[in-house]
């Protein structure tokens, strides 16, 4: 059975810091793995998907990598801003049944002080 | 540009009463998705659906129902109201074509509380 992992639950940081997320998982056998933003009292917005053929995506200040031989996905966010406080989900979908259904990881709650 | 759209937003329910959650799109997607998210979790499954007419149950399905009758609508009835069905739930959406699953596409959730 599928089980997402994120650690930290929260975390931190002071305006202006790089930092890492990370997500873990224990099946290989994944189609792609998606990272979303959840901002309170809000529903999730995608941020980046990737493939399982592929190593790593980028959209603006965040890149986003996956190695799916160790189960590990990375959400790396650049220069961090107060505005990219919320909580980070992570999911991956698996293969073998086409129904596109996520497993989710249980989210990190980040935290950027001015 | 409305995406997906969940109604109501927020609802307390008596132990025992019945109601249904509304979900719509506008995207054309075949696959839609019911999730719950309680506090510190992530989001499990309860039910989803890969084109009108079809469903099926996903990790958490008991105490719930769904339909599909059109690609735009995918709504989710509680029956008997239960303390346990006090949660946020969210409706997804997806398109995939043959070869490929794109990502999924959330509405804003429902916010219940059964008292």
């Known amino acids: 059975k599928q089980e997402v992992t994120q650690i930290p639950a929260a975390l931190s940081v002071p305006e202006g810091e790089n930092l890492v997320l990370n997500c873990s998982f224990t099946d290989s056998a994944i189609y792609n793995l998606q990272w979303f933003r959840q901002d309170p009292g809000k529903g999730l917005t995608s941020l980046l998907l990737?493939?399982?053929?592929?190593r790593e995506q980028t959209s603006g200040r965040l890149n986003a990598s996956l190695d799916k031989s160790s189960g590990r996905s990375t959400l790396y966010i650049a220069a961090s801003q107060p505005g990219d406080s919320a909580t980070y989900l992570c999911a991956v979908r698996q293969t073998g049944v086409n129904t596109g259904k996520l497993i989710f990881g249980q989210g990190t709650t980040l935290q950027v002080k001015p | 540009n409305a995406g997906v759209t969940q109604t109501p937003k927020f609802r307390i329910l008596k132990i025992g009463q019945s109601m249904t959650l509304q979900c719509t799109q506008d995207?054309?997607?075949?696959?839609m998705y019911w999730y719950r998210q309680d506090p510190g979790m992530g989001l499990k499954l309860i039910y989803y659906?890969?084109?009108?007419?079809?469903?099926d149950k996903g990790e958490v399905p008991n105490g719930y129902n769904v339909s599909r009758s059109t690609t735009e609508d995918f709504p989710l009835r509680l029956e008997l109201a239960a303390p346990s069905q006090t949660s946020v739930y969210f409706c997804?959406?997806?398109?995939?074509?043959?070869?490929?699953?794109?990502?999924?596409?959330f509405g804003d959730g429902t916010r219940l509380s059964i008292l």
């Open positions: 997804a959406s997806s398109y995939s074509p043959m070869t490929a699953l794109g990502p999924q596409h």
């Open positions: 990737i493939q399982s053929s592929q």
């Open positions: 995207m054309n997607h075949n696959y």
């Open positions: 659906s890969v084109g009108a007419g079809i469903t």
